[in-house]
């Protein structure tokens, strides 16, 4: 076998994968996976990944979950929107996240009728005015549910018996992105369960990032990919609270087994990061997020985002570190060799041909560690830059090797070009994703609502689609604007509309310049209100 296909992956141009090291990678993964009962994938299930439907989460999702600091208390309306803002004014919401909203937080409870309805005490405003908030700046909705009868805690209903009215509820709240935990199902087929709330999702007409949440439970690396866009691999990373360094590295290790799986809109989770939660040192943060972004993995941050230190912002704001997280190829990192105290991890080649390496030291004292070339899959004879993820220097060119000094629980997160250009792939920044648009009277109107989405990455945007065929005749969709900022522009006629409610949800598909793959997909909303008959 001379290369192994990952999925989604071409090999770039500029560096040659190695025969031996990938090799040995695939007898590793061979023998850690031989033990699966359920290798091959179950029948009945769509034949594309449904990212390739709907087009999100063609890169891991970034955001907050309340989970890891806080657990069910004190979740509510205020922490969500006092985080949400926080989010944006550190900075956060410019370096990518976007998904923000509750965990388990008792915030829906069934009605008599089978419905859900809001815990109206908790969130006054509504789920779905939450949602309008979360929109109205720039951000993405998240929400959280179970596959089983109750969720963990067992203080809110599971979707079970209910699938399609929830999926239901959720659109209707303007969710885009639903973690599905599986608590509480004993008895249930888990392919069975997670691909009727797929169906049901699909029914409810409202494109989301299914985040399922086994905990590894049903091997869904193997078949989740037709029904959601990420999957947990693990048992939860921590008590709420509590962070455990221990725990996570565990977890990465676990993870790190599982890179042939993932790819673009297909992501192995390792659960939300424990980035800036007390109890952890600045290195074991800085850690903690390399390995994330080595394994493509969602960066849902889970520390308390209204009180963190400047060091945490940096890290949690690292745009060339995130950039390597954020790879429009969407390779999984696996280690190569890990001697106990020094861990070498690669096979992450990136968009423009050059690829990032990790070494994680778990020893006492500093270290130097020596990267060869060959390691790497590469040829003892190119001569390459490194580029520090860290400290953001370049040096080189290097022939055959380069050094790296390196402290306890401490990383070195490098990028490697035959190039001394290291460019950020496209990260997309909304000033809103809710255009609310009213007309005035009964005579014809020409409403515009505007969204602007700004590339944060330095490598070059293409034109934006939109389908017109995908919008309701009252509504017009166009792109304006060159460079970093573009403008959709929204535009309402309201000749011969009825009083009423109108909403429609816009698709724009782009794709990324350099590696031609198709960017997630973005998607917004426009509401309208027509408060009389308007004449033709
Ligand atoms: C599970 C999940 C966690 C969190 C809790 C809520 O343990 O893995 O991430 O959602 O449930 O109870």
Known sequence: MSTIRIPGYRSPGGIRASRIALTVWLVITIAATASWPQMRRPEGLPQSAHAEVDGLALTPPMGWYPWNMFGEEPQNEKLIKEIADALVASGMKDAGYAYVGPDEGICFSRGKDGKLSTNLERYPSGLRGLGDTIHAKGLRYALYTDAGEKTCSTAMPGTKGHEFEDMRSFADWRADYIKIDWCNSQGQDIVQTYALLGKAQRAAGRPVVHSLCSWGDGYPWIWAGAIGHMWRTTADICGPG?????????????NEKLAGFAGPGR????DMMIVGMPGLSEAQNRSLFSLWCMMASPLIAGNDLRDMSRPTVDILTNLEAIAVDQDPLGAQSHVVWNDGNISLWAGKPLFDGSQAVLVLYQGKYKADKKIYWEELGLRASDELYVRNLWTHETTGPHAGSVSVAVGPDDVAFLRLSKKNDFPIPPILVADTYLVSLRSKGARPETLTGKVTVTNRGSSDLPQWRIDPK?????????????GKARTFVNTVSTAGLKKGAYYAVVRADNVEPISGKPMSALYYDVDLEVTRNVRR
């Open 242 to 254: 509590k962070a455990d360094w221990a725990r996570a590295l565990r977890i990465a290790f676990a």
């Open 267 to 270: 992501w192995n989770d390792p």
């Open 470 to 482: 995908s919008l309701p005749p009252w509504l017009k969709a166009a792109v304006a604007g060159s």
